[in-house]
């Protein structure tokens, strides 16, 4: 089975007490049933914690308190990690911020960005292609390889085409290419994509804006800390477009082009994508930590992913004129 890791994948250590925020604050802790059965029949101190602190609803989880994972110590170290080792931690945190996506017949690994040490290893280090490698074992897939097969050939296109251009630009020709691929997921042919042409046309189409409206629908979200809600409520817009919002994209592109295998819908994850990096330049300050901080309340939520994928169609934040449109300042 081929295997497929990012670049920067098994160079990611986490920098526990150094850690500017924590996997272990702000969420709850989904723990998986063997976990769960573990903790439940440890004795001792610790056992009882955790039976105190263990949850069931649609599965267990370790219930926060003060905003923080009960587990969590003073020094920025877990108690379970502490007294028991690495190998008793749940599967969420011994795999936590590495993301793993299973295809049958290939995987892919990548880090979720809303650690902070995986956002500053993925947004600064120099774009590198994925290391390949075969593993045992794989399974029949249960993907439509056609599809897949057109996913995988224009990712690579896309990720190239986003290292040809300065940012704004890039990002228009993502949407502009994103069309072109979903008319041949959508049964039409490939045809060949003229960058300086799309971009004349995207000139055309922009319509001006400003970001409040894009603003104004992250509000309407589902808010998980008042930082993030701070933040949308007072931006203070960069003037240029920094780099790290290139890897942003390009983060985005490598994490979710393959997911239209699923329901054959790329545009409404093109629009995912350049929601955040119009939304992350538009917030201001270093764009690592807020690319972080959107991590942290978008990525982890199913329910705001799923809102924004549902809104790439309808909402008038999301229109291809308006994303154009703020690509150009
Ligand atoms: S967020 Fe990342 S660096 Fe911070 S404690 Fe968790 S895994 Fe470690």
Same mark, same amino acid.
């Given at each position: 089975?081929?295997?497929?890791?990012?670049?920067?994948?098994?160079?990611?250590?986490?920098?526990?007490?150094?850690?500017?925020?924590?996997?272990?604050?702000?969420?709850?802790?989904?723990?998986?049933?063997?976990?769960?059965?573990?903790?439940?029949? %440890?004795?001792?101190?610790?056992?009882?914690?955790?039976?105190?602190?263990?949850?069931?609803?649609?599965?267990?989880?370790?219930? =926060?308190?003060?905003?923080?994972?009960?587990?969590?110590?003073?020094? !920025? @170290?877990?108690?379970?990690?502490?007294?028991?080792?690495?190998?008793?931690?749940?599967?969420?945190?011994?795999?936590?911020?590495? @993301?793993? +996506?299973?295809?049958?017949?290939?995987?892919?690994?990548?880090?979720? @960005?809303?650690?902070?040490?995986?956002?500053?290893?993925?947004?600064?280090?120099?774009?590198?292609? #994925?290391?390949?490698?075969?593993?045992?074992?794989?399974?029949?897939?249960?993907?439509?390889?056609?599809?897949?097969? =057109?996913?995988?050939?224009?990712?690579?296109?896309?990720?190239?085409?986003?290292?040809? +251009?300065?940012?704004?630009?890039?990002?228009?020709?993502?949407?502009?290419? !994103?069309?072109?691929?979903?008319?041949?997921?959508?049964?039409?042919? #490939?045809?060949?994509?003229?960058?300086?042409?799309?971009?004349?046309? #995207?000139?055309?189409?922009?319509?001006?804006?400003?970001?409040?409206?894009?603003?104004?629908?992250? @509000?309407?979200?589902?808010?998980?800390?008042?930082?993030?809600?701070?933040?949308?409520?007072?931006?203070?817009? %960069?003037?240029?477009?920094?780099?790290?919002?290139?890897?942003?994209?390009?983060?985005?592109?490598?994490?979710?082009?393959?997911?239209?295998?699923?329901?054959?819908?790329?545009?409404?994850?093109?629009?995912?994508?350049?929601?955040?990096?119009? %939304?992350?330049?538009?917030?201001?300050?270093?764009?690592?930590?807020?690319?972080?901080?959107?991590?942290?309340? =978008?990525?982890?939520? #199913?329910?705001?992913?799923?809102?924004?994928?549902?809104?790439?169609?309808? +909402?008038?934040?999301?229109?291809?004129?308006?994303?154009?449109?703020?690509?150009?300042?």
């Amino acid at each position: 089975m081929l295997i497929r890791k990012n670049a920067y994948f098994d160079a990611f250590r986490c920098i526990a007490g150094s850690c500017p925020d924590s996997c272990c604050q702000e969420w709850d802790v989904a723990v998986d049933e063997d976990a769960a059965a573990y903790y439940r029949s %440890l004795p001792g101190e610790l056992g009882d914690r955790l039976r105190q602190k263990l949850k069931q609803e649609d599965g267990w989880y370790l219930e =926060i308190t003060d905003r923080r994972c009960p587990m969590w110590r003073g020094d !920025g @170290l877990c108690q379970i990690q502490f007294e028991l080792g690495e190998g008793a931690l749940c599967k969420t945190c011994r795999e936590f911020p590495r @993301l793993t +996506h299973d295809y049958g017949d290939f995987v892919e690994y990548g880090l979720e @960005l809303s650690c902070p040490e995986a956002a500053r290893i993925l947004l600064t280090a120099p774009a590198r292609p #994925a290391v390949e490698g075969e593993a045992p074992g794989g399974e029949t897939p249960e993907y439509d390889a056609e599809i897949m097969d =057109i996913l995988l050939r224009t990712r690579r296109q896309a990720l190239a085409l986003l290292e040809q +251009h300065p940012v704004p630009q890039a990002l228009q020709l993502l949407l502009l290419y !994103g069309y072109r691929v979903q008319d041949e997921l959508d049964g039409g042919e #490939a045809v060949a994509f003229d960058a300086e042409a799309e971009l004349a046309f #995207a000139r055309q189409m922009a319509q001006p804006g400003t970001a409040e409206d894009l603003r104004g629908f992250y @509000l309407s979200l589902e808010l998980l800390t008042e930082r993030w809600e701070n933040r949308l409520r007072n931006p203070q817009p %960069l003037t240029r477009w920094p780099e790290e919002i290139r890897a942003l994209a390009r983060y985005g592109i490598e994490r979710y082009w393959l997911q239209a295998v699923s329901d054959f819908d790329l545009i409404c994850r093109v629009k995912l994508i350049l929601s955040a990096c119009i %939304l992350i330049k538009n917030l201001g300050g270093d764009p690592v930590a807020t690319a972080q901080l959107w991590s942290k309340e =978008i990525e982890n939520s #199913a329910e705001n992913v799923d809102t924004i994928l549902d809104a790439a169609y309808t +909402h008038p934040a999301l229109t291809d004129v308006r994303l154009l449109g703020l690509l150009e300042r």
